[in-house]
C-alpha cells in the first residue's frame, strides 16, 4: 500500500524528537495528515473537520491521555478517520522502533490500514489498540516498576539484587531499578499519576520512591 502523508508539528514531539526515516517520507501534498507534537491534540481541534473526512487518514501524537479527548466520544460509537499514536519511549531515553496506534469503535479499517503502512513503510513495528489511557506497554509495565519499588521499600531484597533476579531469572536485558534510575523516576511519576487519576487502580498509583524524586525535580521537569 502506498501512502503520502504530510507532517503538521505542534511543538515538541516525544515520538520524533530527531529526525527520522518516517519525517523524511513526508509528502508536502500527501493525502493523510500526522500531527505531532505535545499540543498536537489542541492543534487538531482547531482543523476544519470537513477537510480531515477527504484524508485518507488522520494520526494525533498521543501523550498518556485516550484520542477520545480529542475527538469526543458519543454511546461507544466513537470513530472515523483519525487514529492516535505514539512512539514508546522511557523517559529520557531514545525513542524505540514501536509505535502503538490506537483505534475508536468505529475507526475506519482502511485508515487504520494505510496509516500501519505509512509507520511500517518507515521501518518502526506497530501495535494496535483500543482507545485506553497508557495504551500497552504503559499498562502492562507500570504496576511492575511500582511493585520493584515497593519491594526495594520493604528491603526484600538490595537494588542490585533485585535487577539481578530479574535478569538472569527472567531474562530481562535490564533491571527495573536500573532503568528508571537510568531513564527517570520523575518520568515514572509523571505516567503512574496520570493513569492512577485515569484509572483509579492501586497498582497504578506512584510508588514512595517516584513521589520523592517527583518532589526534589526542579518544577520544569514534571
Given amino acids: 500500500m502506498s501512502v503520502t502523508y504530510q507532517i503538521h508539528r505542534a511543538g515538541t514531539s516525544r515520538s520524533f524528537p530527531n529526525g527520522h526515516a518516517f519525517i523524511d517520507a513526508a509528502h508536502e501534498n500527501g493525502d493523510a495528515w500526522v500531527v505531532i507534537g505535545q499540543d498536537a491534540g489542541a492543534a487538531f481541534?482547531?482543523?476544519?473537520?470537513?477537510?480531515?473526512?477527504?484524508?485518507?487518514?488522520?494520526?494525533?501524537?498521543?501523550h498518556h491521555e485516550c484520542l477520545g479527548v480529542h475527538t469526543g466520544e458519543s454511546r461507544g460509537q466513537e470513530g472515523s478517520n483519525v487514529i492516535g499514536f505514539a512512539r514508546y519511549r522511557m523517559g529520557d531515553a531514545e525513542p524505540t522502533n514501536l509505535v502503538e496506534i490506537v483505534r475508536q469503535p468505529q475507526t475506519s479499517a482502511s485508515a487504520l490500514a494505510a496509516a500501519q503502512a505509512a509507520f511500517e513503510a518507515?521501518?518502526?513495528?506497530?501495535?494496535?489498540?483500543?482507545?485506553?489511557?497508557?495504551?500497552i506497554v504503559d499498562r502492562l509495565v507500570r504496576p511492575y516498576f511500582n511493585a520493584a519499588l515497593r519491594r526495594l521499600d520493604e528491603q526484600l531484597a538490595t537494588a542490585d539484587d533485585l535487577d539481578k533476579t530479574l535478569r538472569l531469572g527472567l531474562g530481562y536485558p535490564e533491571g527495573p531499578i536500573s532503568l528508571l534510575e537510568r531513564t527517570g523516576l520523575v518520568h515514572h511519576h509523571e505516567v503512574t499519576t496520570a493513569l492512577y487519576g485515569a484509572l483509579g487502580q492501586e497498582a497504578y498509583a506512584p510508588a514512595r520512591r517516584a513521589q520523592v524524586a517527583w518532589q526534589r525535580a526542579p518544577?520544569?521537569?514534571s
Fill in 122 to 135: 518507515a521501518g518502526l513495528v506497530v501495535a494496535v489498540c483500543n482507545d485506553f489511557p497508557g495504551r
Fill in 45 to 62: 481541534s482547531k482543523f476544519a473537520q470537513a477537510s480531515l473526512q477527504k484524508l485518507s487518514f488522520v494520526a494525533i501524537e498521543l
Fill in 219 to 221: 518544577q520544569d521537569q
